[in-house]
């Protein structure tokens, strides 16, 4: 099993900035890739950024430019800098780590951690 503890969320004004981070431990091995996904109330959870173990990265085209996923592999965690916020923007943020082990990929996921944009 893998623990995943979230944090960063808050509020912030339309075109501040936040920053997530996701920290890993349990079983931590075989990790394959660390992203954020999103849910907004009413609608389906949806991918934000990936970042595999060797560095490539993948955004939903709406956060393109705005949003920055990194990670440190030596601490097991993965951030999300997220700047230009906007209001749709807004919804509970989910980090997940995806490990591959003999060629299955299993699936973790955070608590979720809110976002709000609002003035």
């Known amino acids: 099993q893998v623990q995943l503890v979230e944090s960063g969320g808050g509020l912030v004004q339309p075109g501040g900035s936040l920053r997530l981070s996701c920290a890993a431990s349990?079983?931590?091995?075989?990790?394959?890739?660390m992203g954020w996904y999103r849910q907004a109330p009413g609608k389906q959870r949806d991918l934000v950024a990936t970042?595999?173990?060797?560095?490539?990265?993948n955004y939903a085209d709406s956060v393109k430019g705005r949003f920055t996923i990194s990670r440190d592999n030596a601490k097991n965690t993965v951030y999300l800098q997220m700047n230009s916020l906007k209001p749709e923007d807004t919804a509970v943020y989910y980090c997940?780590?995806?490990?591959?082990?003999?060629?299955?990929?299993?699936?973790?996921w955070g608590q979720g951690t809110q976002v709000t944009v609002s003035s």
């Open positions: 349990g079983s931590i091995f075989s990790i394959n890739s």
């Open positions: 997940n780590v995806v490990r591959r082990i003999y060629g299955v990929d299993y699936d973790s």
């Open positions: 970042i595999t173990s060797g560095g490539s990265t």
